[in-house]
């Protein structure tokens, strides 16, 4: 059975070695703005931001997963143009700004590895 599954991204933390995201940003508030207001701190809203940042956290968890699960499978990506495209996947940068594959399988030819921008990918999906 395959499962479709989006790229969600997320935007990155403050500084290259961050956990966590500061919501009063500039770049998360372009980037990511959340449903809440972040300008007031009242215990409702905090409570709301806590609800927000653990339900991204788990959709972050699960794609990792799937990068976990797709490791040395077959792979369809779904890219911009209507461009379908046949891969094994091997690995992730770890911005996941690239897919490094192999096998690929495009309309005009086999290319023995390579590397997809992430940016071009609009879905995925393989066999469990």
């Known amino acids: 059975m395959r499962t479709p599954m989006s790229v969600l991204r997320l935007p ?11 919501p009063d940003s500039p770049r998360f ?8 207001s972040s ?3 009242t215990e409702t809203d905090s409570v709301q931001i806590g609800e927000e ?8 968890e699960s794609f990792l997963r799937t990068l976990i699960a797709m490791t ?3 792979v369809q990506f779904y890219m911009y143009e209507r461009v379908k495209v046949n891969a ?17 399988q495009t309309p005009i030819g086999v ?6 921008r992430c940016q071009d990918v609009i879905l995925y999906s393989f066999d469990l």
């Open 72 to 74: 040395n499978k077959q």
């Open 53 to 60: 940042q653990c339900a991204r956290s788990m959709l972050r």
């Open 29 to 36: 508030i372009a980037l990511c703005s959340t449903t809440i």
């Open 39 to 41: 300008s007031t701190d």
């Open 88 to 104: 094994v996947f091997v690995a992730s940068d770890i911005d996941v700004l690239n897919f490094q594959v192999s096998d690929l």
């Open 12 to 22: 990155r933390g403050p500084d290259p070695n961050s956990r966590g995201f500061d």
């Open 111 to 116: 290319q023995k590895e390579a590397l997809l």
